[in-house]
């Protein structure tokens, strides 16, 4: 297959911004309870500094971070050595040590309500000093255990709802683990803090590619007009990994596929696909808009959700476990890597499009990507003449989105061979790539979230009422999965393509999965 880059010149950029132009948040102290962790080394200090750089920080503005190790002066140090490694940074660079300077620490343990006041008393001290004020942006990095014993907390000892300032708390997924669980934990925190104060994250929704979905859509006069029942076929979802678990078998054994990743980030992606047109990019208008997509999705049946899960294999070259071999994890273990849906829109824009999702852990190549394959066209003139092309049958026309590694958006369409004998048309590929057209980003998509979170704005955040509209739709694959251990597994190598009974789930609608 042909394929044409897409080139950006510098008449296209010359309307692109060069220097931020977002409101620069107030004067905030984020408090990071779980600190220790590898998400606040690994993605939160370096997008913190990412902002900090292009001028989107308050210059009064502090980070603390909670934990229960006596770390002190040492945190501060090992956030700089993880900006450095993590951030695409330099250690010369300018705004780095004066930055490292905002960076506190406190230890405590969560359940000591008695530390939640000295812990008041010491971002008081804090804001004094920094001239800060009553801002509090509290983010939850911790184990979903430890959410309400600090929200609770947070409330009791009034730091909830102080007397001037915003506070916001940003929970991290899961955001319970069935239906019933994330009611309850949408209660508890609701219990202290207003729907408007919380901000669930899901760092997909940081990643320009997916933000470029709406764009796509609806700023461009070309795709809208087509992007329903009437010239769309189906749509592909898929969220592949090389990696396997990584040493975190205990927690993967209570997640498995479907509530690691389907359930919220491969859903997120569907209703931005999906959605109606918002009356405008604020949060209230595009959650709706959201919310409906997934209320609208009738009940999956169990004959449309398959599993699988890895035996021992090969990723680039390397013998790798399979998932019963990993550390920490139940040799008989029944728990999903693999998970595949088929599931149906049941609106005015999507009926009878059907909507397939797979995502899965140690298969052949790391990659996220929507496919949206139109209808052929309704009589093919071409081809006919097999022994003339090489190209076999007319191929359909496939818009791709890539969302990871290498984020793009592709178009496949027919085009004419330079030939003097019959036509011939053969599929070429236009390819518009984000790093060739506007450089590398080392961005990780928590920049544009937390500042976000920081400014108030909900948009790119998950409410309450998706988190437990998503639930109720994948609660009872799950517990039908749970009631009944598979016999089959495992039932795909390490380095596949997944299982068989995902490539049946397509086939008998007379499809296929991309090739990954």
Known sequence: MATAQMKVTPEDLSNVPTTPSERIPEPTIIVIFGASGDLTKRKLLPALFHLEQVGLLPKEFAIVGVARRPLGDEFAADMRSGILEFGGVTADEPHLEEFVKKVHYFAMNFDDGAAYARLKSELDGIAKANGIGGNRLFYLATAPEYFNEIVQNLGSHGLAKPAQGAVRAVVEKPFGHDLESARELNRQINSVFAERQVFRIDHYLGKETVQNILVFRFANGMFEPVWNRNYIDHVQITAAETLGVEGRGPFYEKAGALRDVVQNHVMELLSFVAMEPPTSFESQSVRLEKLKVWQAIPAIPMTDAVRGQYSPGQIAGKDVLGYREEERVDPESGTETYAAVKLGIDNWRWAGVPFYLRAGKRLKRRYTEISIQFKQPPQLIFNRNASVSDCGEIQPNVITMRIQPDEGISLRFGAKVPTTQAMSV??????????????????????????????????LFAHRDGVETTWALYTPILEAWAAKKPKTFPNYAAGSAGPQCSDELLKRDGHTWRKL
Do not use: H, I
């Open 426 to 459: 053969c599929p070429v590929t236009m390819d518009f790539d984000y790093a060739a057209a506007f450089g590398k980003n080392s961005a990780n998509g928590y920049e544009r979230l937390l500042l976000d979170a920081m400014l108030g704005d909900q948009t």
